[in-house]
């Protein structure tokens, strides 16, 4: 690869295809996560993609409920087993619950997990510790009903060894690292979703015991979505924010602070090419790494530079705060979520044409640098040949037909399995069950229902149709 290159990979099965995160395999490959849509039912299922060291795919597999299935990070053992965090709504009644999935080195199912009560869980983030335990970052809804920070430590077989629920409302982590004293670092936000949101740094220890909370709050909107911890020790974020200016729209922006929470500078991207007729566009940054020469780089995406159009967003500075590079790229409709740094390489990972009329795909760049006259190479893929593994849970009830008029047939059902049917909006349906069949009272409707199956400790989710 040239030292002035970045190449890009698209990776597309013709359905709306999203990278979140993607490690750097002991193979000398990688495998990334995220998710793809399901179309025999439109939900989402969690979608697991390997490649070779040149990016030529090994082979992909999608899991999935019925429901909403999403991976968001993926880290490696030593024992090189893969463990990939996400959520699902599987259970129904229980809204969303975090899903981690394990598989080994050749893809092979091991084990998957769900973690959560009767509200909302999401798996944001997955940080490897040096004994090989992995701490899952995200958020969780409190008996309240506020979506609130989320730790959770978990063994190398996902057993639970302890959690912790942080005291800030309407909020979520988004990323974490552990620090070279063995404690760990998290970046949370606020209300993003609204006009007035803060950014909050948490360090603890590894059992979540608080060392110290920091705020970064401006008159405005402010959001971080990744953080690092550079080898001077000194921590830098990146998000976007509008609190410095007088315009509604967001720019990229990089925050330093000290080891101890303090906060040192923040640069601010893209403001430059802002006009008075080019207003409440987005620029963000997502992701960030530090490079050899311990320069900082953000990437993310822009739609200032592209007019309205997604672009990828190149910000490099030195740990000083003096600026270095802004680069916009020319790939189209194209964003970045995650950069890791694999030997001599910058790799990220994320999505293209999400704004286009065609579905969107899995996006992967690899770079030796990242300058300000980049050349770039782009190399399309088709992933025809994904597998729908479905969830794994040795299933023994069969829910036929999918499409159906009066009544459905459940084979494998035991007498002891409980049987449940739902609207889609969770609202129990009349149903009689008699044997393995299973009738539908003639006053329900014709639509999508939801039949589950619980059986013990496992539940199964059937979506079905009635015409």
């Known amino acids: 690869m040239g030292q002035d290159t970045v190449k890009a990979f698209v990776y597309s099965n013709g359905l709306q295809t999203k990278g979140n995160d993607l490690v750097a395999s002991q193979d000398g490959g990688y495998l990334v996560v995220g998710s793809s849509l399901n179309a025999q039912n439109n939900s989402s299922d969690a979608y697991v993609l390997k490649l070779n060291s040149n990016f030529q795919k090994q082979y992909s597999y999608t899991y999935g409920s019925p429901l909403t299935d999403v991976l968001k990070a993926v880290v490696e053992q030593p024992s090189g087993d893969f463990i990939m965090a996400g959520y699902t709504s599987e259970?129904?009644?229980?809204?969303?619950?975090?899903?981690l999935l394990s598989l080994n080195s050749q893809g092979q199912f091991l084990w998957q997990k769900n973690y959560g009560g009767s509200g909302w869980d999401f798996a944001e983030d997955l940080t490897l510790l040096n004994d090989g335990s992995m701490i899952v970052s995200g958020s969780k809804t409190d008996v309240d009903g506020f979506e609130k920070p989320y730790l959770l430590k978990v063994n190398a077989l996902g057993d639970s060894l302890t959690d912790r629920l942080l005291e800030i409302n309407t909020a979520k982590v988004y990323s974490g690292?552990?620090?070279?004293?063995?404690?760990?670092?998290?970046?949370?936000?606020?209300?993003v979703q609204t006009d007035s949101s803060s950014i909050y740094i948490h360090k603890c220890d590894q059992n979540f015991s608080p060392i110290w909370t920091k705020q970064l709050r401006g008159p405005k909107k402010?959001?971080?979505?990744?953080?690092?911890?550079?080898?001077s020790g000194n921590l830098f974020l990146s998000g976007s924010s509008n609190s410095h200016s007088t315009r509604s729209d967001l720019?990229?922006?990089?925050?330093?602070?000290?080891?101890?929470?303090?906060?040192?500078?923040?640069n601010v991207y893209a403001t430059s090419y802002d006009t008075t007729v080019i207003d409440d566009l987005e620029d963000q940054g997502t992701a960030l790494i530090e490079l050899d020469n311990t320069?900082?780089?953000?990437?993310?995406?822009?739609?200032?530079?592209?007019?309205g159009d997604q672009l990828i967003a190149f910000s490099r500075m030195q740990q000083n705060g003096n600026y270095s590079t802004q680069t916009p790229s020319p790939l189209l409709n194209y964003r970045i979520d995650r950069l890791i740094r694999d030997n001599q390489k910058i790799i990220g990972v994320g999505s293209s044409a999400l704004q286009s009329n065609g579905p969107s795909s899995v996006l992967i760049i690899a770079a030796d640098t990242i300058s300000n006259n980049m050349f770039y190479a782009q190399q399309e893929f088709a992933d025809t040949a994904v597998v729908s593994v479905?969830?794994?849970?040795?299933?023994t009830v069969v829910v036929y037909p999918t499409f159906f008029t009066d009544r459905l047939t459940l084979k494998g059902l035991n007498a002891q399995d409980e049987v449940l049917v739902c609207d889609l909006n969770a609202k129990p349906v009349k149903v009689v069950r008699k044997a393995d069949l299973l009738w539908f009272d003639q006053q329900v409707a014709k639509g999508a229902y939801i039949v589950t199956v619980k059986r013990g400790q496992s539940t199964w989710s059937y979506r079905v149709v009635k015409l």
């Not at 259970?91 to 899903?99: A, K, P, R």
């Not at 479905?390 to 299933?395: N, S, T």
């Open 390 to 395: 479905g969830k794994i849970k040795q299933e």
């Open 222 to 231: 402010d959001v971080a979505y990744d953080i690092i911890e550079a080898s």
């Open 91 to 99: 259970n129904l009644n229980n809204g969303f619950d975090i899903y």
């Open 177 to 191: 690292v552990q620090t070279q004293d063995s404690n760990l670092v998290f970046c949370i936000s606020s209300d």
């Open 251 to 266: 720019d990229i922006i990089i925050y330093s602070l000290s080891a101890q929470g303090d906060s040192l500078f923040s």
């Open 295 to 307: 320069d900082i780089l953000s990437l993310g995406y822009t739609n200032t530079y592209g007019f």
